[in-house]
């Protein structure tokens, strides 16, 4: 499994500053970048010495059923704060649930491409320029105690891959008696995909991107931020990449208090 991944977009919107914590006495307050639901520094409570808490009675018995990440990482932080009774049961023959990768055909002679089966990537949460594992992720602290690998996700598009092929409009933009394929290759990090239609695409959703995860930036962790969020969540959450890189942009970013119900951001998705 790739777990993590060395580079996150998000935190490399142009012009962006970014800070530590809003105030020092905002001890559980999570610094951006980081999970959007909830503002709570996840990694500080489990850095904490002893764990997350300190069990009073270490012989009361616990169960958890199911092996996955979830029961998996319960029954660890259990078993740091004292409790030495933990039972996990889990029902097929393997443990990792939903994280599961297949080894590609010991058969095929050119290559043994595994399969990823459920989750492949898991975001850090660092910084440009910060190591990924000092993200304030909680897998980032699991992969440093843990010393997991990490590698490049081979994101499409990206400089991780060789290249991308895109069928734009099913592969007929400009109608082309039979459809066409687009190769992006960006070797550089830097090239931007080719042809001009897939260039307004890209620079739509770069300009948006940026937009937003500045926005997302200043008000992240502050006093306004379940209402920016529950906005975001209620502005963009049935709408496609399709639907939004075509919709007709605003220049601004709105938003009214998510308790009189009607909150609603507007985001520009246009330089
Ligand atoms: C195709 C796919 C791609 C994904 N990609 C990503 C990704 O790139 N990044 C990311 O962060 N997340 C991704 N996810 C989501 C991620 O895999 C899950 O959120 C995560 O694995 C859930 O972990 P869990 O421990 O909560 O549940 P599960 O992994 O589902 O574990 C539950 C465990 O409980 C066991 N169980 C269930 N019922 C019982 C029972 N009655 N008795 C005993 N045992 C029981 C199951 O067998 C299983 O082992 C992806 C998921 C899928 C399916």
Redesign the pocket.
């Known amino acids: 499994m790739t777990i993590g991944s060395s580079y996150n977009y998000p935190s490399q919107a142009p012009g962006l500053e970014t800070r530590n914590k809003r105030s020092p006495s905002g001890k559980w307050k999570a610094r951006f970048p980081n999970p959007p639901d909830l503002c709570f520094d996840y990694r500080a409570l489990l850095e904490q010495p002893g764990g997350i808490a300190r069990a009073t009675d270490s012989s009361h018995r616990i169960c958890i ?8 990482t319960a029954a660890r932080e259990l078993l740091r704060c004292g409790f030495t009774h933990i039972t996990l ?4 023959s ?6 599961l990768t297949v080894p590609g055909s010991p058969q095929s002679k050119a290559s043994h491409t595994p399969f ?8 850090l949460f660092n910084r440009e320029g910060e190591s990924p594992k000092d993200g304030r992720s909680l897998m980032a602290y699991y992969a440093t105690i843990f010393e997991l690998a990490l590698s490049d996700f081979a994101n499409p598009g990206s400089q991780w891959v060789r290249s991308t092929g895109i069928y734009l409009r099913e592969g007929s933009l400009s109608k082309p008696a039979t459809p066409q394929m687009l190769i992006w290759k960006n070797a550089d990090g830097r090239t931007l995909p080719p042809g001009e239609e897939l260039q307004a695409v890209y620079a739509k959703w770069r300009a948006f991107a940026d937009r937003m995860t500045r926005h997302v930036c200043d008000s992240y962790a502050s006093e306004q931020w379940e209402s920016v969020w529950a906005a975001i969540v209620a502005r963009y959450h049935a709408i496609s990449f399709r639907d939004l890189v075509s919709m007709p942009a605003a220049m601004r970013f709105s938003i009214q208090p998510a308790c009189s119900l009607k909150a609603r951001a507007t985001l520009g998705s246009r330089r």
């Open positions: 059923i199911g092996a996955g990440i979830t029961g998996l049961i889990e029902q097929s393997r443990i990792g649930g939903r994280h990823e089966m459920g989750a492949m990537r898991m975001p």
